[in-house]
């Protein structure tokens, strides 16, 4: 069971979470060879993730690409105001 971070409704038994990307950045990967550190990659990770129920997750989802990106940053603002 988990808690819609946007409407903070309590889900039912065994519903299935959506978790949707709020924030990321870019990260750059090092390895060990021989002794020193080389950049072997580049690429962005996860800093933050919003669980969401379905409803609101298809809210999120069946938007354009770039109306998506406005209400994702809505979206974040929203959940960090719950967690307040
Ligand atoms: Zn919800």
Redesign the pocket.
């Known amino acids: 069971m988990f808690r819609?971070q946007?409407?903070n409704?309590l889900s039912a038994p065994r519903e299935r979470s959506c978790k949707i990307v709020t924030e990321t950045r870019e990260k750059e990967y090092f390895s060990e060879i021989r002794g020193r550190m080389h950049l072997v990659g580049t690429g962005t990770e996860i800093v933050k993730e919003a669980v969401?129920?379905r409803?609101?997750a298809e809210k999120q989802w069946g938007m354009s690409p770039l109306s998506r990106v406005v209400e994702e940053l809505k979206l974040l603002k929203e959940v960090e105001n719950v967690r307040l």
């Open positions: 819609c946007l409407c409704r969401l129920c409803e609101c």
